[in-house]
């Protein structure tokens, strides 16, 4: 198994950065496909972002595209979020998760982190 802490989270006015790490442990990152994931308020888990077990491929909902970066270093094993220009609807818990399939749904992975709390102000 692999446990997932995030940090990074914060409050950040709207139009700043802010960037999101995620550290694993227990098994090395290498073998997994890993996303990031955010749930606002009364709303469900959505996708963010996923990268594969290399790097080399990304995917991220239309809403952050040309603003956030997904990135992967396996031999720190840690996973980090880029988010730039955020705006207030990026408000969110965000939370690292870990699968076995390069996939952007809540099914297909396996270990979560407890969430980083993102707050975006206008």
């Known amino acids: 198994q692999v446990q997932l802490v995030e940090s990074g989270g914060g409050l950040v006015q709207a139009g700043g950065s802010l960037r999101l790490s995620c550290a694993a442990s227990g098994r090395t990152i290498s073998y997994y496909i890993m996303g990031w994931f955010r749930q606002a308020p009364g709303k469900e888990r959505e996708f963010v972002a996923t990268i594969s077990w290399s790097g080399d491929v990304t995917y991220y909902t239309d809403s952050v595209k040309g603003r956030f970066t997904i990135s992967r270093d396996n031999a720190k094993n840690t996973v980090s979020l880029q988010m730039n220009r955020l705006k207030p609807e990026d408000t969110a818990v965000y939370y690292c998760?870990?699968?076995?399939?390069?996939?952007?749904?809540?099914?297909?992975?396996?270990?979560w982190g407890q969430g980083t709390q993102v707050t975006v102000s206008s």
């Open positions: 998760a870990a699968g076995s399939v390069l996939q952007t749904t809540r099914e297909s992975y396996n270990y």
